[in-house]
Structures are given as C-alpha cells and as structure tokens.
C-alpha cells in the first residue's frame, strides 16, 4: 500500500476511534493526543523505546483483545479460540523464521515475563524432570509431600550467574531486589575496570568456581557486542545452560547486522526477547529455544502465565512480518551506524564514553565530566527537549538512583529517517546542554545530586534546533488528527 493511503487509512481511523473514546472518557483521548504531539516533537532517544507502525499500533485496539486463550495452540482450556490459535501460530512461525530458531513461544507479556518462563523452564527440564523420572512420576501432583518439599528444596537452590547492573546488565539477570536475584543463589559478573568491556576469562573464571545452573548474557546498557559463541563455551564447560536476554538488541538480530559468533539465536540454549525495542514491535515478550527445552517452555502457561494477550500476539505477528522485509536490514544498520555517529559526535567534542565508543545501538555517556550526576544531567536535557534516562556507568560512585551516566540509544530517532549529520548535530545539542549545566546546592550547603540550573536561553535554543531536525523527519507523516 502507497505510504500517502496508509496515512489517509491511519488518520481516519484513529480520528473515528478518539471520538468514540471521548464520548465515554475524554480526558484519555485528550492524553492520548497528548502523547502524539509530545513524541512528535521531542528527541527521543531512550534506548529501549521505538515507534511501532500504524499497522501493528492498530492491530492491537482490536476484539481479539477479549478472548481467553489459556494453553497453546490446538490445545486450549477454553472453547473458541480458532482465531487466537490462527494468530498465535502466525507470530510463532514469523519469529521462527525471522530467527532462526527451531522453537518460539509468543505469549509472555513482557521481557520480564519471558524471562521467568526462560527461568522456570530451565528448572524444570533440569532439575525437576529429572527428579519425576527418578522418582516414578508424571508430574509433581503424583509426589507424596515428603518427596514435593525434597524437589522444591532442590529448585530453590540453584544458582545463576548474569551480568551486575551497573556493567550494563538486566535486573532480572540475577539483581537481588528483582525475583532473579531471589529465587536463584546469584553471583554477577562485570565488565573489566580499565576498559568497560567484558572480560570472558573473567567471566569463565567466575562460572568454573560458582558452577551456576543458569548463565545469562545479555544487557541493557552495555554499549558492545557479545561473544554468543564464546559464552557458550563457558556454559558447556561448567555444565550451564546458556540463556541470552536479547530484549536490546533483537533488531539488530532480526536485521542481521550480529550474525555469527554475534548471533545469540544458533548458541543460547534459550534466548528471550521483548518485541518493542529495537524490534520495532508492540510491547511484549518472547521466548526462542532449542528443541531440547521446547516442551518445557511451551508449559509457560500454567506455569508462570496465565491468558496469553491475543491481540498483542497479533500485533507482534505483524511487526515479525515487518521484520522480514529487506527493508527492516536497512533500517537496522542504519541503527548501529547512526550510534557510531552519535558516539564520534561525543568524542570529538571530548565528552567521555563508557568503553569509549559504541558498536551496538547504545552510547552510554559518563556525564561526570560535566560536574554533574546522570539525574541532573537527564532532568536538564529534558527541559531542552531531549528525552534520556539516567543510567549506572560500571562501580558508579553515585549509585543505581543518581548515576553519572546518561544511556542514548538510536532506534526511535533512526525510524524516524534520522542519519549520520542529524546524530552528530543531537550530539553538539547535548554537549550545550550539559556544558551549560550547573549542579545546584543542598539546604545544608552542600552539592546536591539531583537539583540543578540550566543557562538563561539554553533551553529554547536547543528546542528551537532540534525542532529543525524533528520537522525534517516528522513521525507518522501524514497522519492527521484534526
Ligand atoms: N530484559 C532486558 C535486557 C531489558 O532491557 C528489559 C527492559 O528494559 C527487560 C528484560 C524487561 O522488559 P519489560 O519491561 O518488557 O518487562
């Protein structure tokens, strides 16, 4: 379909469904609107977030959002789920085939829940399906509770080793507030103190001495690629199975600027992913696994999840689809060229980078080079229009609530048509910004970490020039709410 039909489509449906909105609650479609000219007219360049299509934003505002659908397909606990069997099938095989992967599970709702399924699946086929055979039974319904409290000991005492949040890693790769960090014993691996960069020796030492159940890689700020096929030898060597958290980058993935040894899919014995960061999705999550662990994370639905979002599901079949056009390659290189512009815009204007430079979609500036901590740093480039979050550098002195970094990340501004000149003109705005920053004081006289005074004019200049750049390249072009 021409690109002036679909904003004509996309315009007259989204002008119909605001009316209707508002005659029930106003003040969502108000917001809602809202959004739109906010996201317009803003950078946006937090590393996790993107901008869907109208095909796949549509496609979740939709009835399938009121079916029940416990199970999998063909194999349901409700009645009348052809439709959202149709779906799922349809997500399932688009990522299999975007992928690469024997298996693909479409269901969990977010990273997070693809992450506990990844996790309980691996206890599962390693420890508790190995325990019901010993034992003689089908399932843990036929144990005698001496044997149940035995077998739940013995998941609860595993061990997983994930990379620490402040070198870049998830919360859920084993930080102890989140569930991860809970549920399994954890130890965290780092990134080397001179360099920033992983240290697989490191890591390999840490996984023969702590011998984990579970190693993950993956991260969400760390601003380099991963050697998948490195981490998996350090897996098999101690027995681990290796899970890659690729939530971040799966669209690099999906447009094959990491292949290889880069590729987590081929070397993860399971890899999970969100379906609305770099990939362009709605937000979701999904699990990709060998066949070997297929019919433990099939179970993810009783064991962790609950109704799969039918609608989501169809949504993330229609980005999938996206994903597979050569187009979506395009667009994916462009991401990672675009970070390289944005982190040589940084050099050359003698900001600091955390490994001093990028080669994925993320650029992670240590923003005490300015005087400042990463909150006031992501309060004041907010004021000037630039949205960010703040964000640990690794052995951060000003911890996970202050930091002294600001994470950047190029998918939204690159699906907007951003490139190479405009990535380098964001970086000159930012380095204004924080240049013409200064940290404020505490009542006790002190300097504070969070309060701050942004230069007299700084603000509406810097506004005034990425208004340039975002009116070059406008979001959703043609879409028209009048
Ligand atoms: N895994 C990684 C690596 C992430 O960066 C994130 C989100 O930031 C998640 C998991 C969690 O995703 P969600 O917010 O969809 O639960």
Known sequence: MSDDRTSALTSSAYQQALEVIASVEPRIADATRQELTDQRGSLKLIA????????????????????????????????????????????????????????????PHSGIDANLVAFWSILAHRVETPALAKLG???VN?????????????????????????????????FRPNI????????QYGTDPETGLLDYDAVAAKAREFKPLVLVAGYSAYPRRVNFAKMREIADEVGATLMVDMAHFAGLVAG??????????PHAHITTTTTHKSLRGPRGG??????????????????????????VMAAKAVALAEARQPSFRTYAQQVADNAKSLAEGFLTRDATLVTGGTDNHIVLLDVSSF??????AESALLDAGVVTNRNSVPQDPNGAWYTSGIRLGTPALTTRGFGHDEFDAVADLIVQVLQNTEP??????????????????????????????????????GLNLA
């Open 48 to 107: 996790s977030e993107n901008y869907a299509s109208p095909a796949v934003l549509l496609t979740m505002g939709t009835w399938l959002s009121d079916k029940y659908a416990e199970g999998t397909v063909g194999h349901r606990f409700y009645a009348g789920c052809q439709n959202v069997d149709t779906v799922e099938a349809l997500a399932a095989e688009h990522a299999r085939e975007l992928f690469g992967a024997p298996y693909a599970y479409a269901q």
């Open 142 to 174: 036929e144990l005698t509770e001496e044997d149940w409290e035995r077998l739940r000991h013995e998941l609860g005492n595993q061990r997983l080793l994930g990379m620490s949040l402040d070198a870049g890693g998830h919360l859920t790769h084993g």
């Open 440 to 477: 404020g004081t505490t009542k006790d006289g002190k300097r504070s970490k969070a309060s701050y005074a942004l230069g007299d004019g700084v603000a509406d200049k810097v506004k005034g020039a990425a208004a340039d750049l975002l009116d070059k390249h406008p979001l959703y072009p």
């Open 137 to 139: 039974a089908k399932n």
């Open 371 to 376: 005087g400042l901590t990463g909150r006031q």
């Open 180 to 187: 991860s960090g809970k549920m399994f014993h954890q130890q």
């Open 256 to 265: 094959k600027v990491f292949t290889g040894d880069e590729d987590p899919v």
């Open 286 to 311: 999904m699990v990709l696994a060998q066949e070997e662990y297929a019919a433990d994370v099939d179970r993810g639905c009783p064991m962790v999840l609950g109704g799969p979002l039918s609608h």
